[in-house]
């Protein structure tokens, strides 16, 4: 798969469609200069193979 799992906070693609809500502020905090401990970003796409290759949604859904 070519998908990234992972981003820093200040890559540019760390938007909320990516990284969720949480992380999207992150990056917009990092690219204000305000001080963010060092980290990055599981991405959306992680979760989603995450819950994919575990048959996961159902129970998701049942939740």
Avoid: C, W
């Amino acid at each position: 798969m070519s998908e990234r799992y992972t981003l820093a906070l200040s890559d540019p693609k760390a938007e909320l469609a990516f990284v969720g809500g949480k992380g999207a502020s992150l990056a917009r905090l990092v690219r204000a200069g305000l001080p963010v401990p060092e980290g990055f970003h599981i991405t959306t796409a992680a979760y989603r193979a995450f819950v994919d290759e575990n048959g996961l949604q159902a129970r998701i859904v049942e939740a």
